[in-house]
């Protein structure tokens, strides 16, 4: 058994995007600071991004921070956001105990998730729900294409993300994942069958049947759509080429946490071999100048 790191919660406050300190929360728990306003309406002009110089902006200066836990399930496509963009931001993370004292002291803007996380504070204006965060950054953060077609087509992809996930939950559905064996059967079913022939109730539909259509519709540039990092490019990455070898695959948060979302981060290296359109995306995101700052420094992480 791999004995878990023990992780104190933390506010990682970065005063540029190079530079960031790390305060325990103990202090800080029961205040509105935290979490902000949830009353606070969200800066109103559209034109106000995070790289807005104009002194017209001032007034509507982004101030953002994340709450969530010290790992990176739900959170982790908005945080490659903020760097990928090399936007500064508030990394609040909570220990469970943390977590439960908020909840004991019904700080309001938990109900911004119906008393969950993440949050999002930006400027005030809180937000929940993992999708809508996401969402909503592209939008402010400018990675949600440069018209209306982009923006149709990064959030198909995004959908098309999700289904793959979705695939693969209801496939570890069917076996008893509490046993390595059994376990490991999955990961290789998910990993090995073919995109074609059809197979009854649908079993062709594992990975290389979804990559195959996403290499069909990515083009080789390095980007999911257009000519710059997007919201649909974070979702790939995250899913595909996010790996944590810290995290071991008998960790408390289940199998799926095995450093890797599909079990095996070799097994998944070698499928997308075959796919390099969508394995062109995942090495561009995570080459990026953000990116690689925040991966070279995130350390060791639970989960």
Not at 35 to 63: K, Q, R, V, Y
């Amino acid at each position: 058994m791999v004995k878990k790191k023990k992780f104190k919660a933390f506010f990682v406050l970065q005063t540029n995007v190079c530079c960031k300190m790390r305060i325990p929360l103990v202090f800080l728990l029961l205040s509105k600071l935290l979490l902000g306003a949830a009353s606070s309406p969200p800066p109103t002009d559209a034109s106000c991004s995070s790289t807005s110089s104009d002194d017209t902006c001032s007034s509507f200066a982004p101030s953002y921070s994340l709450t969530y836990f010290d790992g990176r399930g739900l959170a982790e496509v908005a945080r490659t956001l903020f760097y990928t963009t090399n936007t500064p931001f508030t990394d609040i993370r909570l220990s469970n105990a943390e977590f439960r004292e908020l909840k004991r002291k019904n700080v309001t803007d938990l109900s911004a998730n119906l008393g969950r996380l993440p949050l999002l504070n930006h400027s005030g204006f809180v937000l929940g729900q993992s999708a809508s965060i996401n969402r909503y950054l592209a939008h402010q953060l400018s990675v949600f294409g440069s018209n209306p077609s982009e923006t149709a087509l990064i959030d198909s992809i995004v959908e098309h993300i999700l289904d793959m996930k979705a695939a693969y939950k209801s496939l570890l559905s069917e076996y008893d994942t509490d046993s390595d064996t059994e376990f490991h059967k999955a990961v290789e079913e998910w990993h090995s069958t073919p995109p074609s022939p059809l197979l009854p109730k649908k079993k062709n539909r594992q990975l290389r049947w979804y990559l195959s259509f996403l290499e069909k519709i990515i083009p080789p540039t390095g980007y999911s759509v257009g000519t710059s990092p997007s919201l649909s490019d974070a979702y790939i990455f995250n899913l595909l080429f996010e790996f944590s070898p810290s995290v071991s695959y008998d960790t408390e948060r289940g199998r799926m946490s095995a450093g890797h979302y599909f079990g095996n981060y070799q097994k998944t290296m070698n499928v997308l071999e075959g796919f390099p359109n969508v394995k062109k995306v995942c090495t561009t995101f995570r080459d990026g100048e953000g990116m690689k700052r925040y991966l070279d420094n995130r350390g060791e992480i639970d989960w």
